[in-house]
């Protein structure tokens, strides 16, 4: 019975060190993005609502002074509900 050495140059172990690689990377970007849910609800940073609705933030400002876009703060962090901010977006839906 034949034994073949592996090392990190053979394309196995170079294939197996970029599928954890890749699997690292992912995991990173799902622990920095990934928000845990409140009574069901998610709740974005001001950065993530200007994301979505491509807002600048003075805009997005201008629509929590309004009373457009129902807000929560605590400690200074604005926090915006994911289910109010689908909520807005479906009562000012125009059917053309």
Request: with cysteine; hydrophobic share 30%.
């Amino acid at each position: 019975m034949e034994y073949e050495t592996l090392n990190k140059e053979t394309p196995e172990m170079k294939r197996l060190i970029s599928g954890i690689k890749k699997l690292t990377n992912r995991v990173r970007t799902l622990a920095q993005t990934h928000r845990p849910l409140f009574q069901g609800d998610l709740f974005l940073t001001g950065r993530e609502v200007c994301e979505r609705l491509f807002l600048s933030p003075r805009t997005l400002q201008d629509y929590r002074d309004k009373g457009i876009l129902p807000y929560t703060q605590i400690a200074g962090k604005i926090l915006y509900r994911l289910s109010d901010i689908n909520k807005i977006l479906e009562e000012n839906y125009i059917k053309r």
